[in-house]
């Protein structure tokens, strides 16, 4: 009887997402102030059952009700009680629940914090959003119902979650990739909703910056535990495949990027309105097709749910309502997009364009990529292959490019920026630019190398020039501190951004140019040199786990004289399914990682296993760190609050005005 009330709730959500998507835009059209004011109750309701579809799928799940047929597919009374939980994202039914849940989460934020925008826009964003859950929990009840029974005789004991999804990324890197993921949703229908008014003056990028930088900063981190789980999971020693399921993300990633610095300059420049809304619309196409990838069955992978075709034709059918319908409001309302104030050739608006061009070109090499083998396939019956040659050939002299520009826009000057100015600013920053990336691969690893020299020149390209900019600024105030308090949360999250990209940078570089692995056969007490570190072999045991089996090896460390801690990587067997799975173990360190994965056992009890040293990777998900942080620093900037209150005072006296001379109004006449 309980999942029928989850059944029953995600009913009730459907009914109320219809009313949102159609009388708040209705009402917004018509000046009908009752039907606006129903946008944000109807909000409310919508997430409070989609709330009680989560909580009853995931009670369906601790209490192992295998008459769910999505909880017998995806979990086993042996299986640990949180995995059990959060087996609710295990597969397709429940992960679009999730999905749709953070949408209504979003919508509900929207909903508390824009009371001091004006009524008719909100009720236009919370029905565009009310539009896309209606789509969205449509096509649950219609292809993916989380509750369908399994009758008349359900399974005793239910198959098992996938061995690669036992394991603590997976609670929370989904839920965090979702939410970055459904957070441009939010961005999307500010756009639209601004079409849909024909106001498309700078007031609605300035509301739509905080959710963009926000949303922004989730999808990095999201992305980054992905990367991070890829890397100690999957046991092949990486951090990004370039597998077509990991590739939408960070198309996604990619439009938000140049959304977020587009937006800043419709907000205080008024221009570029037409560019900023395209990227809205791209940002949220990138996670529809990412959705559609994952769903629609072309795709087997880790990361994808094997599903009926027919959910991707429905999925494709959402994203070409949405996509296409929004494209063509743009079309129509491209004549209310022009601006009127102009920049020249050399100033801060051209080098953020540029590094928006960029930022569009690589998200388009990568979708190119990821599309264009299932089309080739699709049309000819043949396999084709893209793999990491093409997207490091395309992709990498793209995002060194960008770097580049990095350096020089934060420095220039809006509207107008000399070539002197630059010259001088920056020919200084330049330099010691190239000599530290001479210098410190030198110091650090004691030979000369083009790629690591190239990444730390252009990283301490960003880094300089950021602190030179920071200087700049301060040094007209009257104290040190005075001039840092100036300074605006944007602008420090910005730059906060800005160096996280360079301690990527380093990252990528150093563990791709530098890292060394070796596959080998050891026996107990044989040992193994790998660049400074001397790896022995002492033999193995066996374990048991709570749902598993394993041969477990130890291996102990030595660099130089000193010992290191022991490693133990596992073979383990699942008990419920039989299935094989490997566990890493890695010695994590500051400027290296050393990691070792098990093969299979030979004969007098040898074992092959293959060890990796990886130099700086850990710089690679604190660039990630630093990136976000800098997005959720820039989102809560206090001079978006001073606007909003300012805002309210101006609603509140425009409200009064509205019932002194309208007094029919207030009753939806």
């Known amino acids: 009887m309980i999942p029928e009330l989850g059944h029953f709730s995600l009913i009730l959500a459907f009914c109320l997402s219809i009313i949102l998507g159609t009388l708040p835009i209705i009402g917004a059209h018509r000046n009908n102030l009752l039907w606006m004011s129903l946008a944000r109750p109807l909000t409310a309701g919508v997430f409070v059952f989609l709330a009680i579809c989560i909580a009853i799928l995931a009670y369906s799940f601790a209490v192992d009700d295998f008459s769910v047929q999505f909880v017998a597919q995806h979990s086993n009374t042996t299986l640990p009680t949180h995995f059990k939980l959060t087996a609710v994202w295990g597969g397709h039914e429940g992960s679009f629940l999730l999905w749709t849940f953070m949408l209504s989460a979003w919508m509900l934020a929207v909903a508390i914090f824009s009371k001091s925008m004006p009524i008719d826009f909100v009720a236009r964003v919370l029905g565009v959003l009310g539009f896309l859950i209606c789509g969205y929990i449509l096509f649950m009840l219609a292809t993916s119902n989380p509750f369908a029974r399994i009758v008349p005789l359900p399974p005793v004991n239910g198959a098992d979650l996938n061995t690669a999804l036992q394991d603590f990324a997976f609670i929370i890197h989904p839920p965090t990739l979702y939410m970055g993921y459904v957070g441009f949703s939010v961005v999307f229908a500010f756009a639209i909703a601004a079409l849909l008014s024909g106001k498309l003056d700078s007031a609605w990028a300035r509301w739509s910056r905080p959710w963009a930088n926000a949303a922004w900063a989730i999808l990095t981190v999201g992305i980054a535990l992905g990367s991070w789980w890829a890397y100690y999971e999957l046991g092949w020693g990486g951090y990004w495949g370039w597998d077509p399921v990991e590739n939408p993300p960070l198309i996604s990633w990619l439009f938000g990027t140049a959304l977020i610095h587009s937006l800043a300059v419709t907000e205080k420049r008024g221009v570029f309105k037409s560019w900023t809304v395209l990227l809205a619309i791209l940002a949220f196409s990138g996670s529809l097709f990412g959705t559609f990838i994952t769903r629609s069955g072309l795709l087997t992978s880790v990361h994808a749910f094997a599903s009926d075709p027919a959910r991707g034709f429905f999925i494709l059918a959402i994203l070409g309502i949405t996509v296409g319908g929004s494209l063509l409001l ?102 010691a630019s190239v000599a530290l990336g001479i210098v410190i691969p030198l110091i650090v690893l004691l030979e000369f190398s083009l790629v690591a020299t190239t990444a730390i020149t252009l990283a301490a390209w960003i880094s300089l020039s950021m602190i030179k900019d920071v200087l700049s600024k301060i040094s007209n105030k009257s104290g040190l501190m005075q001039g840092f308090r100036a300074l605006s949360l944007s602008y420090y999250g910005m730059q906060l951004a800005h160096f996280g990209m360079a301690v990527m940078l380093i990252g990528v570089a150093m563990a791709s140019g530098f890292g060394s692995e070796k596959s080998v056969l050891l026996s107990p007490g044989q040992s193994i040199d790998l660049g400074d570190y001397l790896f022995t072999y002492n033999g193995s045991k066996s374990v048991t786990g709570p749902n598993y089996i394993a041969q477990e090896a130890e291996m102990s460390v030595m660099h130089g004289d000193k010992a290191l801690e022991n490693l133990y990587p596992q073979n383990r067997v699942y008990l419920a399914t039989r299935t094989p799975s490997t566990e890493m173990a890695i010695d994590a360190g500051f400027t290296r990682d050393l990691f070792v994965t098990l093969g299979e056992e030979k004969e007098n009890n040898a074992l092959s296993m293959t060890l990796y040293v990886k130099p700086f990777i850990r710089w690679v998900w604190l660039g990630s760190i630093f990136m976000a942080l800098g997005g959720l620093v820039a989102a809560g900037d206090k001079r978006y609050r001073r606007l909003r209150r300012r805002q309210t005072e101006k609603a509140a006296m425009a409200g009064k005005a509205i019932n002194a001379t309208e007094p029919g109004l207030q009753a939806g006449s």
């Open 330 to 431: 743009y079309a129509f309302r491209a004549p209310l997009m022009k601006s009127e104030v102009g920049f020249e050739l050399l100033s801060r608006e051209i080098f953020i364009l540029t590094n928006n061009v960029i930022l569009v070109v690589a998200a388009a090499s990568v979708f190119l990529g990821t599309v264009f083998p299932m089309a080739y396939q699709a049309l000819t019956g043949d396999l084709l292959s893209i793999g990491p040659p093409y997207f490091n050939a395309v992709f990498l002299p793209l995002m060194a490019l960008l770097v580049f520009f990095l350096g020089i826009g934060p420095i220039s000057r809006w509207k107008r920026t000399s070539l002197s100015y630059l010259i001088q600013q920056l020919t200084k920053v330049a330099i």
